[in-house]
C-alpha cells in the first residue's frame, strides 16, 4: 500500500463515514429505541456490509487487471466521473436552501430488540444501499496498488472503515442517549455536504487529469 495513497483514503472515508445519511439516522432511531446496545449492536450490522462491499469490488477489480490494463484505466475514469458526480450533488445540497425545520428527536417508547433483530437491521441497511455499492465500486480502485493483492488491500481498506464508522456511529448512539433532546442540525449538516462535495469533486478531477 502507497502511503499517499492511504492518506487520501482516509480523508475520503472519514468524511464520508461523518456525512449525515441513512445509516446514520437508523443508528440515532434504533438508538433511541432499545439503548446503547440496539445502538451499537446496529452500528456493527451497518459496518460488516462494508466488507461485502469491499468483496465485490474486489472480485470486479481482480478481473479487470487480470484482463487488461485498459479496462483497469477505464475504471478509474468511471469512477472519477462518478466523484465529481457525488461531489456535485453534495454541493447542491449543502447550498440548498432548507425550508424545514430542524428536526427534534421524538419521543420513542424504549422497548427490547434482540441482538440478532439490531444487527440484521443495520447489514441490510448497508448492503442494500446503491450508493454505498456505487461508491465503493468507484472508490477503492482508486487506492489500490495494481502491482499488489487487490482482495487483501481492499479487505483492509475496507477494516480501516470499519473501525472508522464504529467510533463515530457508536459515538452517535452515547449523544444520543446522553442528550435526549438531541435534533439534526440542519447548518452542520450543510457544512458536512459542502466540505465533502469539495472534496470529491477535487479528487475526482485530479484523478482524471492523471
Known amino acids: 500500500m502507497i502511503s499517499d495513497l492511504f492518506w487520501a483514503y482516509l480523508v475520503a472515508i472519514t468524511l464520508l463515514t461523518i456525512t449525515p445519511g441513512v445509516d446514520t439516522l ?7 429505541r432499545g439503548g446503547l446496545r440496539d445502538g451499537y449492536v446496529t452500528s456493527a450490522g451497518i459496518c460488516s456490509g462494508l466488507f461485502i462491499h469491499a468483496t465485490l469490488s474486489a472480485l470486479g477489480i481482480s478481473l479487470l487487471l487480470v484482463e487488461t490494463a485498459w479496462a483497469f484505466s477505464a475504471l478509474k475514469w468511471a469512477g472519477a ?4 458526480w457525488l461531489g456535485i450533488g453534495s ?7 432548507s425550508k424545514a425545520p430542524a428536526a427534534s428527536a421524538e419521543t420513542v417508547v424504549r422497548r427490547k430488540v434482540t441482538v440478532a433483530v439490531s444487527f440484521r437491521e443495520g447489514l441490510l441497511s448497508n448492503v442494500l444501499n446503491p450508493k454505498t455499492a456505487l461508491f465503493y465500486m468507484a472508490l477503492l480502485p482508486q487506492f489500490v496498488d495494481p ?9 483492509m481498506l475496507a477494516g480501516v472503515h470499519f473501525l472508522l464508522a464504529m467510533l463515530w456511529q457508536c459515538g452517535l448512539a452515547w449523544v444520543v442517549v446522553t442528550f435526549r433532546s438531541l435534533g439534526v442540525n440542519a447548518r452542520l449538516k450543510q457544512v458536512l455536504n459542502g ?3 469539495g472534496f470529491f469533486v477535487a479528487m475526482g478531477a485530479k484523478l ?3
Do not use: E, K, P
Open 81 to 84: 466521473c462518478y466523484l465529481v
Open 147 to 155: 502491482a499488489g493483492n487487490a482482495f487483501q488491500q481492499s479487505l
Open 91 to 97: 454541493l447542491r445540497q449543502a447550498f440548498r436552501r
Open 208 to 210: 482524471a487529469s492523471t
Open 26 to 32: 437508523l443508528v440515532m432511531r434504533n438508538t433511541g
Open 195 to 197: 466540505l465533502t462535495g
